[in-house]
């Protein structure tokens, strides 16, 4: 038989052989990529929103996510509610003419009693969602990598980039714009109303003249 006839066959019959495994494997893999995402979250002025606070020409406002409807607007994720914890989005208006700075390290929730509660650091709610742990409170960042554990989902990047984004962490804003973003709070027993709480934020920064605004105090009606 001619040499480069049977060498083609050869190549055709691992071509058919190979095809259905590929065609599996891509079928397999492909709502692992393809498994979560990102939503866009728009940001009004702040004084639209119903929990507010001006300070001259700047305005605060809190926008908590406490129901699994309203979370699924902004992340493609069930497993906040179920976790017990809640996104609350921080809208910043600067109306002045200075740059200010803003930091979502410092932003605290105070409930009834004026007992605080810091945020989620963003690692540990990836935490949370991707592997299962249980969300701490500490300010500490976890050690990355992250650890595979049982809970492990092949969109980890996707959540882990989304969330970061999302996230309020040392925010400028610009005169006469505005910005914000998100933190993150677990309450005891898993508790997601936010009613009677506040919205601490003990510092904004004028960039320019390095000068500290007075303390805003949110109040969750």
Do not use: W
């Amino acid at each position: 038989m001619n040499p480069s006839l049977l060498e083609s066959n050869k190549t055709a019959s691992a071509i058919r052989l190979f095809s259905p495994v590929f065609f599996f494997v891509v079928c397999c893999c492909a709502p692992v990529v393809a498994g979560y995402k990102s939503l866009k979250v728009k940001t009004e002025p702040a004084k639209t929103y119903p929990f507010h606070q001006q300070q001259g020409p700047i305005t605060i406002a809190a926008d908590p996510y406490e129901t699994k409807e309203k979370i699924k607007t902004a992340f493609d994720l069930k497993e906040l509610e179920q976790m017990g914890i809640v996104p609350v989005h921080i809208i910043i208006s600067n109306d002045g003419e200075d740059p200010i700075a803003i930091s979502g390290q410092a932003i605290n929730l105070l409930d009834s009693n004026n007992r605080s509660f810091e945020a989620l650091p963003v690692d540990e709610v990836v935490r949370a969602i991707v592997y299962k742990e249980g969300p701490r409170t500490s300010r500490n960042p976890s050690p990355l990598p992250f650890p595979r554990g049982s809970g492990r989902r092949g969109d980890a990047f996707e959540i882990e980039t989304d969330l970061t984004n999302k996230s309020l962490r040392d925010l400028r804003v610009a005169p006469k714009s505005n910005s914000g973003g998100f933190v993150f709070f677990r309450l005891p027993n898993n508790q997601m109303k936010l009613e009677g709480h506040k919205i601490y934020i003990p510092e904004i920064r004028n960039v320019k003249t390095r000068q500290s605004l007075l303390f805003f105090e949110i109040d969750l009606k």
